[in-house]
């Protein structure tokens, strides 16, 4: 494999624990460790008035498209490497660049014109919160889809996204990548006991996006309905108040547990679980469903993400839709037929031994040989 030096910028900060920012360093450690230079920078490093809480989209892409041409103009790369649909400026204006040496690619942790497309046909806004979007958010699709045809190549996460934008006509099938996450060494072919007690799990932050309202509606007729059930909610941080969201005789049958920095404090929560939940209206992946899965925790999931494809009641229980009362419909019958729920754990915890870090760095690694390489002899 030839050596590459790629110019890799991100729209998101690499904090491991995050889902972006675990796959952002992963990617880059594994690409480092082949003897590929990788100078990897996040938004404290171009974007302006970062002080501001308004128009954070716009003062990204301004600050991501001067940035790039002064690294540009003092190195030479041979990727330019984009997470975030704020390069879609960038993306534009070195698309123009004659007999260009250097490869254009969007590594997308997420295609930001699918999320807004399923939020407003579930939640009725593009918010994350589900609220309607203020005077002066704009649909930004439009220029946001820049970021994905005026590129060489995309790279998603999981099948969900890469089918979307070979619908959209982004790029044709040979240059949109699947190159889905790996897990930790820690988090393969670990030794589990599949017997469990009736605990029921979900992970992540407590916004409309994530499935909450289906949450709140159906597990609270669950933990009435099954006065042996639990609920373990991980993730949601310190502000998080069960008693806002569940009624108050199921409550001492609800464990908060605000935020876990360690993988390993993660993994024997997850031990403990035995259904795990993820209604989420849209995920890119969904990191937190495959580290479920390897953990022996039988999963109930929308359609969306590294979910969408696993296979319905054989790997997991696939909602029909991110709504009440299908997420109550799935984890009930879990909770009533052990050998359903035994048989999903298993197959899940075996779909999910494949997730490696050097499979994934295998297939981004020859991916960009051979995007670069056809760059190159066409020009």
């Given at each position: 494999m030839t050596q590459m030096k790629i110019l890799s910028i991100s729209n998101c900060s690499q904090v491991e624990s995050q889902g972006s920012g675990y796959a952002i360093l992963n990617f880059s450690h594994g690409l480092r460790n082949r003897g590929h230079e990788i100078d990897l920078f996040a938004p404290n490093a171009f974007e302006p008035f970062s002080f501001l809480r308004k128009a954070k989209r716009y003062r990204q892409a301004l600050g991501m498209l001067f940035f790039t041409l002064c690294k540009l103009n003092t190195q030479h790369y041979d990727i330019v490497e984009f997470y975030g649909a704020e390069s879609w400026l960038t993306a534009s204006i070195l698309r123009r660049i004659q007999n260009r040496k250097f490869l254009l690619v969007s590594h997308s942790n997420g295609l930001e014109t699918h999320c807004r497309g399923v939020l407003v046909q579930f939640l009725g806004a593009a918010s994350l919160n589900g609220l309607p979007p203020k005077w002066y958010q704009f649909n930004q699709n439009i220029l946001l889809e820049k970021a994905f045809?005026?590129?060489?190549?995309?790279?998603?996460?999981?099948?969900?996204?890469?089918?979307?934008?070979?619908?959209?006509?982004?790029?044709?099938?040979?240059?949109?990548?699947?190159?889905?996450?790996?897990?930790?060494?820690?988090?393969?072919?670990?030794?589990?006991?599949f017997h469990r007690k009736p605990i029921v799990g979900y992970c992540g932050s407590w916004v409309a996006r994530k499935g909450i309202k289906s949450i709140q509606t159906d597990l609270s007729q669950l933990l009435t309905d099954f006065p042996d059930c639990l609920f373990k909610i991980i993730g949601v941080d310190l502000s998080f108040d069960k008693e806002k969201w569940f009624p108050p005789e199921i409550i001492s049958r609800i464990e908060v547990i605000p935020f876990v920095e360690s993988k390993n404090d993660l993994k024997t929560i997850y031990q403990s679980i035995s259904i795990f939940i993820v209604p989420s209206v849209y995920e890119s992946f969904g990191l937190v469903t495959a580290e479920a899965m390897a953990c022996g925790c039988a999963v109930v999931a929308n359609k969306t993400g590294f979910a969408a494809n696993l296979k319905h009641r054989q790997e997991a229980l696939i909602?029909?839709?991110?709504?009440?009362?299908?997420?109550?419909e799935s984890v009930k019958e879990l909770l009533l037929n052990e050998s359903l729920r035994l048989q999903i754990a298993k197959a899940g915890y075996q779909r999910v031994q494949s997730l490696r870090w050097d499979l994934a760095v295998d297939?981004?690694?020859?991916?960009?040989?051979k995007w670069l390489q056809e760059l190159r002899q066409v020009q």
């Open positions: 045809t005026q590129v060489d190549g995309i790279v998603t996460v999981s099948e969900y996204d890469r089918s979307y934008a070979l619908k959209q006509n982004y790029q044709d099938k040979l240059h949109v990548a699947l190159v889905e996450y790996g897990l930790i060494d820690s988090f393969l072919n670990i030794n589990v006991d909602l029909d839709e991110p709504v009440s009362p299908f997420l109550y297939r981004l690694e020859q991916t960009y040989q």
